[in-house]
């Protein structure tokens, strides 16, 4: 009976260890975080619909930065996108079969639509579109820059909600990879409130597409890191090497920059110039684009204090209104953040061990590209709680994150440690040493 139930405890085990990689997209710290996308037929037309289509980021922390969403799917029919406000397909497609002036918009089988720019005259408008498809975090900035929407007059899809299709395979890219839809699903029909709060109109139809996110399908390498340091220790505990990936100039040239290079300009503008998306960082032994450095600074009677520096090492991205989450036991007792904007995360319904910092705006919610200027720091003030400790690591945070992705720690054995510890440990060795010596 022993050997039976250890073998279903190992073969559990097993399982476990070859599920895990399933629920990449569940994060611990944002369980419910997901975009979802709203399809709200608003009129019936003659052969077909106008819908209002709303991208909402119900995602804590993480943002859809610059470049901005690109939205895809694929009709259910032969349906033809007639014309559009507030969003636009990148291609038009192959309209032969349309004669005179009416030419649709986009007749692609498979459309992908991307959000306009700043500026876009006004009547080409609709509410919370054209910033260029960014969108925030709806625990960061008020709710409508939480979401974007377009608007699109359908052809040839049924006129009624019984000979509609819904759409098919959407995809969401943010600006990249990272995010698997679901399929597109009937719910209940959005109301519309009116500006004055006195009617309620709905809409003829509505289904709703979930995405989550993963970050092993963002990108396979971490994008940030953690060093450590303490006021009383000496020594600086860096990132941990090829954190991020290895320095690789010799079989890869161009893959980081040396800072003192007389070609850094050239280098930088060349990636620029080839839209290449992928990070262009400084040459480092640990070659993340971002790394986060926590300073345990001062201990007080009833306080103790931390400084926090993000830095940038990237030269080809500015990061606009960029978040740090962090996990550690004395936020609940959190008392003064001196030059950042902090929001309790609360993941956990009786345990407020999770802090969103962020930076003020106009102040230093921009973080630079690598260079002098591409840092912000703060420092964070905690008042003492009972369990309060500087051993075994206790002052450092459990996990940080960076726009939603899980930075690289160092490992627990290298954090700074006390000054006495060492001694500590080898107390039982000098007793050997001076009971051996009074022995002779």
Same mark, same amino acid.
């Given at each position: 009976?022993?050997?039976?139930?250890?073998?279903?405890?190992?073969?559990?085990?097993?399982?476990?260890?070859?599920?895990?990689?399933?629920?990449? @997209?569940?994060?611990?710290?944002?369980?419910?975080?997901?975009?979802?996308?709203?399809?709200?037929?608003?009129?019936?037309?003659?052969?077909?619909?106008?819908?209002? %289509?709303?991208?909402?980021?119900?995602?804590?922390?993480?943002?859809?930065? #610059?470049?901005?969403?690109?939205?895809?799917?694929?009709?259910?029919?032969?349906?033809?996108?007639?014309?559009?406000?507030g969003g636009q397909t990148t291609e038009q497609g192959d309209c032969s079969r349309f004669q005179g002036s009416n030419i649709p918009h986009c007749c692609k089988k498979d459309?992908?639509?991307?959000?306009?720019?700043?500026?876009?005259?006004? $009547?080409?408008?609709?509410? $919370?579109?054209?910033?260029?498809?960014?969108?925030?975090?709806?625990?960061?900035?008020?709710?409508?820059?939480? @979401?974007?929407?377009?608007?699109?007059?359908?052809?040839?899809?049924?006129?009624?909600?019984?000979?509609?299709?819904?759409?098919? $395979?959407?995809?969401?890219?943010?600006?990249?990879?990272?995010?698997?839809?679901?399929? @597109?699903?009937?719910?209940? &029909?959005?109301?519309?409130?009116?500006?004055?709060?006195?009617?309620?109109?709905?809409?003829?139809?509505?289904?709703?597409?979930?995405?989550?996110?993963?970050?092993?399908?963002?990108?396979?390498? &971490?994008?940030?890191?953690?060093?450590?340091? #303490?006021?009383?220790?000496?020594?600086? %505990?860096?990132? &941990?090497?090829?954190?991020?990936?290895?320095?690789?100039?010799?079989?890869?040239?161009?893959?980081?920059?040396?800072?003192?290079?007389?070609?850094? +300009?050239?280098?930088?503008?060349?990636?620029?110039?080839?839209?290449?998306?992928?990070?262009?960082?400084?040459?480092?032994?640990?070659?993340?684009?971002?790394?986060?450095?926590?300073?345990?600074?001062?201990?007080?009677?009833?306080?103790?204090?931390?400084?926090?520096?993000?830095?940038?090492?990237?030269?080809?991205?500015?990061?606009?209104?960029?978040?740090?989450?962090?996990?550690?036991? $004395?936020?609940?007792?959190?008392?003064?953040?001196?030059?950042?904007?902090?929001?309790?995360?609360?993941?956990?319904?009786?345990?407020?061990?999770? @802090?969103?910092?962020?930076? %003020?705006?106009?102040?230093?919610?921009?973080?630079?590209?690598?260079?002098?200027?591409?840092?912000?720091?703060?420092?964070?003030?905690?008042?003492? +709680?009972?369990?309060?400790?500087?051993?075994?690591?206790?002052?450092?945070?459990?996990?940080?994150?960076?726009?939603?992705?899980?930075?690289?720690? &160092?490992?627990?054995?290298?954090y700074p440690s006390l000054p006495n510890s060492g001694l500590r440990e080898n107390i039982p060795v000098l007793m050997i040493l001076i009971s051996l010596l009074f022995s002779l």
């Open positions: 009976m022993g050997l039976c139930f250890r073998s279903m405890l190992l073969l559990f085990f097993l399982f476990s260890c070859a599920t895990f990689t399933s629920i990449e @997209a569940y994060d611990a710290l944002d369980p419910n975080g997901n975009i979802t996308i709203n399809w709200d037929i608003i009129t019936w037309t003659g052969n077909g619909y106008t819908a209002v %289509v709303t991208i909402s980021n119900f995602q804590k922390y993480r943002h859809i930065q #610059a470049p901005g969403w690109t939205l895809g799917w694929t009709w259910a029919k032969s349906e033809v996108i007639l014309t559009m406000a459309p992908t639509v991307v959000d306009l720019l700043p500026g876009t005259p006004y $009547n080409q408008q609709i509410a $919370n579109c054209c910033r260029g498809g960014v969108i925030d975090s709806f625990a960061q900035d008020p709710p409508a820059h939480s @979401a974007s929407s377009f608007q699109l007059t359908v052809g040839e899809a049924g006129t009624t909600n019984t000979t509609v299709d819904l759409p098919k $395979n959407f995809t969401l890219k943010a600006p990249g990879p990272g995010y698997t839809c679901g399929p @597109a699903e009937i719910a209940m &029909p959005t109301k519309f409130i009116s500006q004055d709060g006195r009617r309620a109109t709905q809409a003829m139809m509505t289904w709703k597409v979930k995405c989550t996110y993963s970050q092993f399908l963002a990108q396979k390498i &971490p994008s940030c890191c953690v060093s450590m340091s #303490a006021f009383y220790s000496h020594e600086i %505990v860096p990132c &941990p090497k090829c954190a991020c990936g290895c320095m690789n100039n010799l079989t890869q040239p161009g893959s980081c920059v040396d800072p003192n290079s007389p070609y850094i +300009e050239t280098v930088v503008s060349a990636r620029k110039k080839a839209n290449n998306l992928d990070p262009l960082v400084q040459c480092t032994s640990f070659m993340c684009p971002i790394r986060v450095h926590w300073h345990v600074k001062q201990n007080y009677k009833e306080y103790w204090r931390v400084k926090v520096t993000i830095s940038n090492f990237n030269y080809r991205m500015n990061y606009t209104n960029w978040n740090l989450v962090v996990q550690h036991p $004395n936020f609940d007792n959190l008392t003064q953040v001196f030059s950042f904007n902090y929001k309790s995360l609360s993941p956990y319904p009786t345990i407020n061990d999770t @802090a969103m910092l962020y930076g %003020v705006k106009f102040y230093n919610d921009f973080l630079n590209q690598a260079g002098p200027l591409g840092n912000v720091q703060s420092e964070l003030l905690f008042r003492k +709680e009972s369990s309060f400790s500087f051993e075994k690591g206790w002052g450092f945070p459990r996990r940080v994150y960076f726009n939603g992705d899980n930075c690289v720690m &160092p490992p627990p054995d290298k």
